[in-house]
């Protein structure tokens, strides 16, 4: 059977929190996205920034896929709320960045094991793997322009 019907019919129904968690991802994709583009801004070397924006092309792909699993699942949009500032020298970025996608990738596996959906569950199995794979470029970029600082 098709999913929209058990979802319609009230059969299987993802909990209240999950829904919130969902929305908690939309708002960080929404504010790494932003972030992002200001540390891609600030990247000293074309391949630095060229990197920081194909991560950030990521991100928006998580944003939109999460963006249709909350309007699948609650039938509306979600309301994007303002995060943390994205901070104001490269360094400090990275190293924000850095932080914020380790700690995602818990959050995303998590989540993966919360929800009853097989296809949520691999949407956020994916979501993590990138999430992870981010998190070595910001260390490797973090590494980098700290021993430059020397």
Known sequence: ??????HSAGLYRQSDQFIRDI???INGQY??????????????T??????????????????HRFTQLYVYLTGKQPSLKGGEECPNT???GLKYALEDEQN????????????IYPHIKEVFRRAAGDEQNHAVWF????????????
Request: net charge negative; charged share 30%.
């Open 1 to 6: 059977m098709h999913l929209s019907f058990y």
């Open 23 to 25: 929305e908690k991802a």
């Open 31 to 44: 504010n790494a996205i932003q972030c992002y583009a200001k540390l891609a801004n600030m990247a000293p």
């Open 46 to 63: 074309k391949k630095e920034k060229d990197k920081i924006l194909e991560i950030r092309s990521d991100e928006v792909r998580h944003y």
């Open 90 to 92: 490269y360094v400090e």
């Open 104 to 115: 995602t990738v818990d959050f995303y596996l998590d989540l993966m094991d919360k929800s």
């Open 139 to 150: 260390l490797y970029f973090f590494v980098m322009n700290q021993r430059s600082e020397f």
